[in-house]
C-alpha cells in the first residue's frame, strides 16, 4: 500500500523530536504528496472563587500561534528532507484534549498514517499515566507508526 497524505504529531520536547529527525532520515518520501505537521495545545479549565478560569485564555492562545507555527516551520524543516516535493501544511490548535484535536485533524485532513513519538514509559511507570500513544493508536481514523524513544548508551 503506497501513502499520499501524512500528518506527523510534532511535540515541543527535545526528547521527542530527536526520534523523529531520525525516522524523516530513513523514511521513504517518494510517494509522499502532502505532510500535516500538527500541534494541540491542552487547554485547562481552572476553577477560582468567582469563577473559571481558561488557559491558555483565547488572547494569549493567538499571541502564541506565530511562535509555535515557526517552531513546527524550523522542526519540520529536520524531519523532511531537502529534496521533499511535496505540500507541507502547519497546523496549531486549542482543545481540552489534544488526542481529540489530533483525532478531529486526522479525519479533517483525510490522513493516511500519523506519525507520533511516544516517551516509552513500560511497566510500574506507565502504569498509572495514559498514554497519548495508546489512545491514538486505539482511535486515530488511520494507521499509526510510533517512533520510540532513543535508546541511552
Known sequence: MSLHKIAVALPLEDKLLKPLYHWGEKYDWSEITEVDFIHVVKKNLTPIEFGIIEMPDEKTFREMVPTLEQHL???????????????INFHVSKEFSPE??????????????????????????????????????????????????????
Open 73 to 87: 516551520k524550523s522542526e519540520a524543516q529536520k524531519i523532511v528532507p531537502k529534496n521533499f516535493k511535496g505540500k
Open 100 to 153: 481529540d484535536g489530533i483525532i478531529n485533524s486526522l479525519k479533517e485532513f483525510k490522513s493516511e498514517l500519523l506519525v507520533l513519538s511516544t516517551r516509552g514509559k513500560h511497566g510500574f511507570q506507565g502504569l498509572f499515566h495514559s498514554s497519548f500513544a495508546d489512545k491514538m493508536m486505539k482511535y486515530a481514523p488511520c494507521d499509526v507508526y510510533v517512533v520510540r524513544p532513543e535508546l541511552a548508551a
